[in-house]
């Protein structure tokens, strides 16, 4: 079994800047893919962004310039650099990856907890 730890989130103010991180563990042979989605209140969860293991990133355009998404593939963690933080970007976000267990065989998706952020006015 994987498990998906996600860590710093908190309250940041507007212009200020958070990092995220959210590191997997347990038997993989490969993780394919790595992303960041957020839910706000009364909103689906949205992607932010996302990296596959050869290097495609893609971001929201409401992030485009302001937020970088990053991975260490010895550590299988993703992060994401959040920087020029705006009270829309209030949510909690959540790490999604994507994995193999094995050579062969199905590729299997996995969340992390969420972590809450908050930008204050």
């Known amino acids: 079994q994987v498990q998906l730890v996600e860590s710093g989130g908190g309250l940041v103010q507007t212009g200020g800047s958070l990092r995220l991180s959210c590191a997997a563990s347990?038997?993989?042979?490969?993780?394919?893919?790595m992303g960041w989605y957020r839910q706000a209140p009364g909103k689906q969860r949205e992607l932010v962004a996302a990296i596959t293991t050869r290097g495609t990133i893609n971001y929201a355009d409401s992030v485009k310039g302001r937020f970088t998404i990053s991975r260490d593939n010895a550590k299988n963690t993703v992060y994401l650099e959040m920087n020029s933080m705006k009270p829309e970007d209030a949510a909690v976000y959540y790490c999604?990856?994507?994995?193999?267990?094995?050579?062969?065989?199905?590729?299997?998706?996995?969340w992390g907890q969420g972590a809450q952020v908050t930008v204050s006015s």
């Open positions: 999604n990856i994507h994995l193999r267990y094995g050579p062969v065989g199905g590729e299997y998706s996995y």
């Open positions: 347990g038997s993989i042979y490969e993780i394919n893919y």
